[in-house]
């Protein structure tokens, strides 16, 4: 099982743009479609992107198409997410997670710790 740990998240402007990474560690973080949820306080957790195993497809939440790029780089065993123009919608805590293409159609089977992204109006 592959042990996920995010970085990038803080508290920024409307408007400005984060970057996030997930440092992945096991065996298998090149075979893992790859995606990116996240948690607004008070409300469940929603999908935001993912990725499939090579780069070669992604998905996105309506809300994050054309905002946030997902990307990976399996020879340094990280994934990505890319966030523009953030609104105070987005924020939330942001969680990395690794499983089966069609995230999220699959429960993912690992799931990061999570980092905290703040947004200011």
């Known amino acids: 099982q592959e042990r996920l740990v995010e970085s990038g998240g803080g508290l920024v402007q409307t408007g400005t743009s984060l970057r996030l990474s997930c440092a992945a560690s096991g065996r298998t973080f090149s075979r893992k479609a790859m995606g990116w949820f996240r948690q607004a306080p008070g409300k469940e957790r929603e999908f935001v992107a993912a990725?499939?195993?090579?780069?070669?497809?992604?998905s996105y939440a309506t809300f994050a198409k054309g905002r946030f790029t997902i990307s990976r780089d399996n020879a340094k065993n990280t994934v990505n997410l890319e966030m523009r123009s953030l609104k105070p919608d987005d924020t939330a805590v942001y969680y990395c997670?690794?499983?089966?293409?069609?995230?999220?159609?699959?429960?993912?089977?690992?799931w990061g710790q999570g980092t905290q992204v703040t947004v200011s109006s």
């Open positions: 990725i499939t195993w090579n780069g070669g497809a992604t």
């Open positions: 997670a690794a499983g089966v293409w069609p995230l999220p159609s699959y429960e993912p089977d690992a």
